[in-house]
């Protein structure tokens, strides 16, 4: 049996026998530059990541793709790996050659707990790619509802609106007819007014991709984020005019103050 066969079956006797016989085996990699450890965490073979990495294995040995054990760990949403690995010496922050890191792989595939561990490294959640991808647009996109709530409350910029497309996670969720996800992020507010580059507004991608539900809740959204404006608008008139009239009251006093005849003096 190849020791790439063992890791994938999880066989512990086989990759011992060979790791014994020859240390360097624990870096090996196949044809496509996975290293074991990285098939390893691809099987979900927990058992089979802590025997390699203690056997020397590099937990940063990236394939010719540029995806390390942990990015792949958390693509396959292996919680227990990514722990592992982590602990190991993984680089959190490491891109493969789409610019994507382990935080946006986990977001694009709804994997919140992963998420989480490492939003606790102190990750900065707003990190993009060059086309603007981050992890909330990648959860957006995707229809992660919970994983987007989850971004938002560690400071993920809900406007972003990086890339040459200008799209926000907004338009994104809107566009893929995720009603749930525009609904979480208008409550965090996401501007629903918000234009693309070629001047479109999320309602109208919605509309242009037929996703009837979700225009139509971005339709009852927008009249009633117009009808707050306006009530907005009629506090605010009704407030300066408010101001006038104290005003002109107070004006109007002084003048019958300055302009009073003086009282004659009591006569004697």
Do not use: W
């Not at 044809?31 to 590099?58: H, I």
């Not at 338009?171 to 996401?190: F, I, K, P, R």
């Not at 009629?234 to 300066?240: F, G, V, Y």
């Amino acid at each position: 049996m190849s020791v790439f066969s063992a890791v994938k079956t999880g066989d512990l006797e086989c990759i011992r026998r060979k790791v014994k016989r020859n240390e360097a085996v624990s870096n090996k990699v196949n044809k496509k530059g996975e290293s074991l450890l990285l098939c390893a965490a691809k099987y979900g073979q927990l058992e089979a990541c802590s025997l390699l990495l203690e056997s020397g294995a590099d937990a940063n040995l990236a394939s010719a793709d540029g995806d390390t054990p942990l990015l792949v760990a958390t693509e396959y949403g292996r919680y227990d790996i990514c722990e592992l690995l982590l602990s190991g010496g993984a680089n959190a922050s490491a891109e493969n050659s789409y610019e994507a890191t382990p935080l946006i792989c986990a977001a694009k595939r709804g994997h919140r707990g992963i998420c989480q561990l490492l939003l606790k490294l102190g990750l900065d959640v707003n990190k993009g790619t060059a086309l603007g991808n981050t992890a909330l647009k990648a959860a957006a996109v995707h229809g992660h509802a919970r994983v987007t709530e989850l971004l938002i409350e560690r400071g993920a910029d809900v406007n972003d609106a990086c890339g040459e497309s200008k799209y926000t996670a907004l338009m994104l969720a809107g566009e893929n007819g995720h009603t749930d996800v525009c609904e979480a992020l208008l409550s965090q507010g996401a501007d629903i007014e918000h234009r693309d580059t070629f001047g479109r507004s999320v309602l109208r991608v919605a509309k242009e991709k037929g996703r009837d539900e979700t225009f139509a809740f971005l339709e009852r959204e927008m009249n009633n984020e117009f009808r707050r404006l306006k009530r907005e608008l009629e506090e605010a008139r009704a407030e300066l005019d408010g101001v006038k009239r104290t005003k002109t009251t107070k004006a109007a006093k002084t003048i019958n103050l300055e302009t009073a005849p003086e009282m004659a003096p009591a006569s004697q």
